[in-house]
């Protein structure tokens, strides 16, 4: 019999899951509402909500699975306390050079084993994620996004595509696992300075993404809390009707925890 999966849903990029005896929280970000950050020279946001769950009531970490540090958005002041309550951090290799401490550092495809107090164990891939279109991608700095594995899974991995844009990383990850959930950053996210470009999927590439992957669910975060993002819930809604895909969206609740199918 396999291990149960449970999300609970804090906000923007930052979910708990909890696999069998295992827990792990992805993107870190626990500040309150009213705060606004600078990504870079004319980029900046104003966070917009609150953490569903403080720090204090998160409880033990086994891992944080941290998409990339260098942006608030994914790792603000008060995330960056969760990092030294988890045992281990995983993230990229820049960013695990800058952190220092228990932070390890992955590059696409390289793995890393989290055990639980129970002994339960979760093999963590890295998978290769672009923080923007071709140019801006190099300015926004390096992502990744994982692939949680465990004994018993009933349909297959499941994804956590880190902060991206579609790319033919998308179709390696989808080559080399048969992912049956996908956890997917949306949000859109555009600034005037760059114009046009985008550093993370809205609906229509986030569509693109479950398709490519084949997966039996998509729950949607990264698209609320924040003033930069562009891809709110009713647009992401459309473009799945759309296409005959709304069966695929899980989406999450606030605070709650819900059962994912793996």
């Given at each position: 019999?396999?291990?149960?999966?449970?999300?609970?849903?804090?906000?923007?990029p930052t979910a708990l899951i909890q696999v069998g005896g295992?827990?792990?929280?992805?993107?870190?970000?626990?500040?309150?509402?009213?705060?606004?950050?600078?990504?870079?020279?004319?980029?900046?946001?104003?966070?917009?909500?609150?953490?569903?769950?403080?720090?204090?009531?998160?409880?033990?970490?086994?891992?944080?699975?941290?998409?990339?540090?260098?942006?608030?958005?994914?790792?603000?002041?008060?995330?960056?306390?969760?990092?030294?309550?988890?045992?281990?951090?995983?993230?990229?290799?820049?960013?695990?050079?800058?952190?220092?401490?228990?932070?390890?550092?992955?590059?696409?495809?390289?793995?890393?084993?989290?055990?639980?107090?129970?002994?339960?164990?979760?093999?963590?891939?890295?998978?290769?994620?672009?923080?923007?279109?071709?140019?801006?991608?190099?300015?926004?700095?390096?992502?990744?996004?994982?692939?949680l594995e465990w004994p018993g899974q009933n349909h297959g991995?499941?994804?956590?595509?880190?902060?991206?844009?579609?790319?033919?990383?998308?179709?390696?990850?989808?080559?080399?696992?048969?992912?049956?959930?996908?956890?997917?950053?949306?949000?859109?996210?555009?600034?005037p300075i760059s114009g046009p470009a985008r550093y993370t999927?809205?609906?229509?590439?986030?569509?693109?993404?479950?398709?490519?992957?084949?997966?039996?669910?998509?729950?949607?975060?990264?698209?609320?809390?924040?003033?930069?993002?562009?891809?709110?819930?009713?647009?992401?809604?459309?473009?799945?009707?759309?296409?005959?895909?709304?069966?695929?969206?899980?989406?999450?609740?606030?605070?709650?925890?819900?059962?994912?199918?793996?």
């Amino acid at each position: 019999m396999g291990l149960s999966c449970e999300l609970t849903y804090v906000g923007g990029p930052t979910a708990l899951i909890q696999v069998g005896g295992v827990r792990l929280l992805t993107d870190p970000t626990f500040d309150p509402a009213g705060r606004h950050y600078s990504f870079g020279p004319g980029i900046g946001s104003t966070k917009t909500q609150d953490p569903a769950i403080s720090l204090d009531e998160l409880g033990p970490i086994d891992a944080v699975l941290l998409s990339h540090d260098q942006h608030d958005d994914n790792l603000d002041r008060r995330g960056r306390d969760a990092l030294n309550i988890a045992q281990k951090v995983l993230t990229t290799v820049a960013g695990a050079r800058r952190l220092g401490g228990n932070a390890v550092g992955l590059r696409p495809w390289e793995a890393a084993v989290v055990t639980g107090a129970d002994g339960d164990r979760i093999t963590v891939t890295a998978a290769p994620a672009r923080h923007g279109n071709t140019g801006v991608n190099l300015l926004a700095g390096p992502t990744i996004g994982f692939v949680l594995e465990w004994p018993g899974q009933n349909h297959g991995p499941l994804y956590i595509s880190g902060d991206s844009v579609f790319f033919s990383g998308i179709e390696k990850v989808a080559s080399r696992f048969a992912v049956s959930a996908a956890v997917i950053h949306f949000g859109g996210v555009r600034f005037p300075i760059s114009g046009p470009a985008r550093y993370t999927f809205d609906a229509a590439e986030g569509l693109r993404v479950a398709q490519t992957l084949r997966a039996r669910t998509v729950v949607p975060i990264h698209f609320e809390g924040w003033t930069h993002f562009r891809t709110p819930r009713p647009e992401i809604q459309s473009v799945f009707a759309a296409a005959g895909k709304s069966d695929l969206l899980s989406w999450p609740i606030l605070g709650r925890a819900v059962n994912l199918e793996v």
